[in-house]
């Protein structure tokens, strides 16, 4: 028995005459992320895409990656089976067997997108219904809360057999909505900012701002272990590491200590700004948070807004805490990103932060110092890493 996943692409049904070009977008995504696992074809098909494995292929792992592709509504395995009734019904009892014989009771879905086909829905519904409860006597029928539903799906070429849907990743396709840069620091809040536009359908690089002595190689791994967290669901992911410590010293020696960590997010923004634009990237994205801490204020955001040459998304602006750690939690990444080694945004944290700064006291801070060697010389020695 010939058995396949069929692959409901939710979201994408509704982009009208650009349709075929999102789907079309999804299927290179599918195809890559499988593309180890043994020999496959894809086929689409009425708003559904088809993986039809070969031999040797590995279809638990599949399942496992489809379940986390941007895009996804929600996937089945499901066996395929002629288009004739009594070959279908042999298939369905065979196929379902372990499940059926488990339940008490069930019901069955019927959908016929082959209008030639000569049964209609209902009459689907009755004949498989009827030829199960022969064939298992445990079970009855429950139409309204039943343990498991039959769902039988009448296609161009074959009928397909399988259980409930299970619900993907949803979202949209990855790169379908261009690329964005995220500013990834190593707590909790990134990590969740890069896969909340990842879902939304940008392709992501990201920007780490390392600044040794004060931050360990540790942290820097820590970020790629964080990405490669996220990159289970966005895909891979280009990670530009910055050389930070000549700019925050010079922060240090030269700034009033309450405007520390808003000179410090200006200057990330500038530098991330120069590197997101040589990959190619159209937005920033930064974990921020409104009123989390004091450079989240709307003030601290609108002074580091002023110095992007971008638009800055910030997907997480009015969720909370717990809000936050619960999508961590879900992503795999909570756990690690509550590791205690040191970014390069805890170094030389000021007591007393200012909390409603503007643009034009910022600007004079600044021009005491001619920052414009020190931005091109972190762009220019930034490390490249590819996020698998």
Not at 280 to 299: F, K, M, R, W
Request: proline share 5%.
């Amino acid at each position: 028995m010939k058995e396949i996943i069929l692959i409901k692409n939710g979201e994408l049904a509704l982009k009208g005459l650009n349709r075929s070009t999102f789907e079309d977008m999804l299927v290179g995504n599918i195809r890559r992320r499988l593309k180890d696992l043994g020999d496959f074809e894809i086929r689409k098909s009425q708003s559904t895409i088809m993986v039809e494995p070969g031999e040797d292929f590995d279809l638990e792992e599949a399942c496992a990656r489809i379940g986390k592709i941007f895009g996804i509504a929600g996937y089945s395995r499901a066996a395929a089976a002629p288009k004739e009734m009594e070959q279908m019904l042999a298939a369905a009892a065979e196929y379902l067997a372990p499940t059926l014989r488990a339940a008490r009771t069930f019901k069955v879905e019927a959908k016929r997108s082959d209008k030639q086909f000569p049964l209609r829905s209902p009459e689907i519904c009755a004949q498989t219904g009827g030829y199960l409860l022969r064939r298992f006597k445990n079970l009855s029928v429950d139409v309204h809360k039943p343990d498991f539903t039959v769902n039988i799906e009448v296609r161009d070429r074959d009928i397909f057999i399988h259980g409930p849907q299970v619900r993907g990743a949803g979202g949209m396709p990855t790169g379908s909505s261009g690329r964005g840069a995220v500013l990834i620091s190593g707590g909790i809040d990134s990590p969740v900012a890069a896969w909340m536009m990842a879902k939304r359908g940008l392709a992501l690089s990201a920007v780490h701002f390392a600044s040794p002595p004060y931050t360990s190689p540790m942290a820097e791994k820590k970020v790629q272990d964080l990405l490669s967290r996220v990159a289970v669901y966005s895909g891979r992911i280009a990670l530009f590491t910055v050389p930070f410590t000549e700019i925050q010293e010079t922060i240090r020696d030269h700034c009033p200590e309450e405007f520390f960590t808003l000179v410090m997010r200006r200057m990330m923004m500038r530098i991330a700004g120069i590197v997101a634009q040589r990959d190619n990237c159209s937005a920033l994205i930064t974990g921020e948070s409104l009123g989390q801490v004091a450079s989240q204020t709307v003030y601290a955001l609108g002074c580091t807004d002023a110095v992007a040459q971008m638009p800055v998304l910030r997907p997480l602006i009015g969720m909370d805490k717990d809000e936050i750690v619960r999508i961590s939690r879900m992503i795999d990444t909570f756990e690690l990103s509550s590791l205690p080694y040191e970014d390069c945004c805890t170094v030389f944290t000021p007591r007393h932060p200012r909390t409603r700064p503007t643009v034009e006291q910022l600007e004079k801070v600044e021009a005491a110092v001619d920052w414009g060697d020190m931005i091109q010389r972190a762009a220019e020695n930034t490390k490249f890493k590819m996020i698998y």
